[in-house]
Structures are given as structure tokens and as C-alpha cells.
């Protein structure tokens, strides 16, 4: 009798579908490069934004204290015409462990003369999250919002930036990852 | 004639600039009631909830205190009402125009980070929450005067990168006793 009703157990357990845990952050160590877009935000008509293609390279690598380095690289073309001027920006950040499972903590001090800057990561499910939020000495306050989940290919990406309440920026990027190892 | 036309022209100029200075908190203090409506989503909105409203905003030492009370009414079913209060109290800092919350800390330590400041006709509150898990949300609630008796309320709650929840009311000054 035990061992039918251990053998239903194992049999039911098999056929639920696990629920999905967290990824851990080895998980999004890598290179990873595409390209994407700019979203309408506001009131602005499809018809009169311009979706500007932006390529990205991010790159993803272990850090002192169980923590992270992220860089990334973007490149917006001027025009739509290839070849064309453009506008290329670099950031990199490190982010170290806390004693929160998942979450992560900028390890670069405050800027002086802000009210607030503050600058954290999480990882939900396959999605790490970075988040910046800066209060500037007037009161206006800005947040940036990196959402980076990780898919069969690579990497999908979406940027969103607020000022003062507003959606002043949105991007998705579909990223491929390479095969070159970071560490 | 000409001189007429140019003192005309100063006059104009000297009430403009007057018009865009910053408002007072002393413009902002009060009893002010008023009704309106929550909306979700943020491309295209959909109204939820009724909203009625007291906002209570008076000096205090080096400072304001603002304390309202919202009642909550689904559209689809007005029985379902919920009401909260809350208040918060600011002191000014060197810069003019802008305030702290007495009680605000660092919000990756579990602090709520509230500041206030006044630009124009609006005072504005923002409150930053970060949650154990790395959740985030930012709160605001931007109080417009149209007129000396007359206020535009909006809220907005920002969940994780996108609009949640917006309200507007439309609040009208009781009293300026705060008593």
C-alpha cells in the first residue's frame, strides 16, 4: 500500500510542471549583441515617431563580493541610411551582493549634491532588473529601468525612463548571445 | 503715446514674471475637499474607482504637514468603498522651494525617501518605495492651484517601470482654518 501510494506521489510530482525559480546571476554571464528600437510613448502618434534602431552589446561578468559587472554599448544611427553618423555610449556598473537573496547593490557612492541616488539589481524568475533612481538638488527626480530576461537565444531587453512621473523613453532590444566566455 | 505703449509693455512684463514666480505653502494651506476618478492602465486608461476627498494642509515649524483622507468606490459596484488616511509632515531645506519628510531615509535600507517641492502653482509629493525583493514603486500627488480657493489634485503610482494607477480630483478650499 506504501509503495503504491509512493509511486502516485513520484508520478503526480513528475507531471506538475515545477515552478519557475529565480535564475541565479551566473546564469546571465555572457556577451550578448542585437539591435532594437525606440517605443512611442505619450501621446506622440506612431505616424510621427520615429523609431530609431539602436545595436547593443551588453556584457555581463562576475564581480568582487558575489557581485556583477555590467557593460553596455549602444550605437544610434542619425539617419536611416546606412552608412550614417551616429551616437555611440558606453556604461558599466558593478554591483555588489547584499543579504537579500537576488538582490544587489551599486557599489559606486552617491553623487554629491543629489538628494537621492540609488542604484539596485534583481533577479525574478529569468529577468534581471536594474534600476537607478536619482533625485536632482531641485526635486526633479529621474528613474531608469532595465529589464534583461533571458531567452532561448539570448536576451531581451527593455529600457523604460521616467521623469517626474512621465514616460520619456521606452526601448526593446532582442539580443543573441555570443560564444565568447567572460570570466 | 510711444511712452504710453512702453509703460504698457512694462506693466505686462512685471505681471508675467509675477505669474510664473513659485507659489507659497501659505497659498496651499487649508482644508480642501473634492471628488473625482482612479484610472489604470497607461495607454489607454480605463476609469475604476470614484474617488472623494479631504486634504488638510497647514504650518508647521520650519515646515507643512499634509494629511488626506480618500474614499475608494469600485465603478462596478459602489457597496464596495474603502477609506484610508495618511499624513506627512515636511521640513524645509536650503533649497527654496523643496522639503524633506521628517521620516524619510534610504529606501534600500526599508525607508520610504518623500520629498515635496513647489514649482509654479503645484506642490508636488514624491515617495520612493523599494520593497525587500527589489520591487519599486514611486508615488506622486501633484496639487495644482487654478485659483486661490480652487485645486487640481493628480495622482500617479509608478509599479516597476510602468504607469499603474492614475486619479485626478477636483478639490475646493472649505476653510483655511486647519482647526
Redesign the interface.
Known sequence: MIRVLTGLVLAVAMAVPAAAADRKIKDFFGAYLGHGSEEPVGTTGASETHRQTRFSQVIIKSAADNGFTIEWSTLKLKDDDIPSEADTKTHVETFRATGKPNVFQDVTPPEPGLIQDTSWAVINGDTLSIVKVAVAADGNYFVSHYDRTLSKEGMEARFTRFENSHVVRAVKLHLLKGPAEVN | MRLSIALGFAAALVASVAQAADRKVDEFVGRWIGTGQATEG?GSPVATQSRDSEVVIERVADGFKVSWTTMSSDLDDGSKAKVKASSLTFKKTK?P??F?DVKSG???KGKK?T???I?GDAL?I?Q?V?A?????D?T?Y?RTLSSSDRMKLLF?R?K????ARQARLEMQLASRSTR
Do not use: K, Y
Open positions: 497607461a533649497t522651494g523643496l524633506v534610504d529606501p534600500l525617501s520629498w515635496a517641492r514649482t508636488t514624491n520612493l523599494v525587500a525583493d527589489g520591487q519599486w514611486v506622486t501633484e500617479t509608478i516597476n517601470g510602468a504607469v
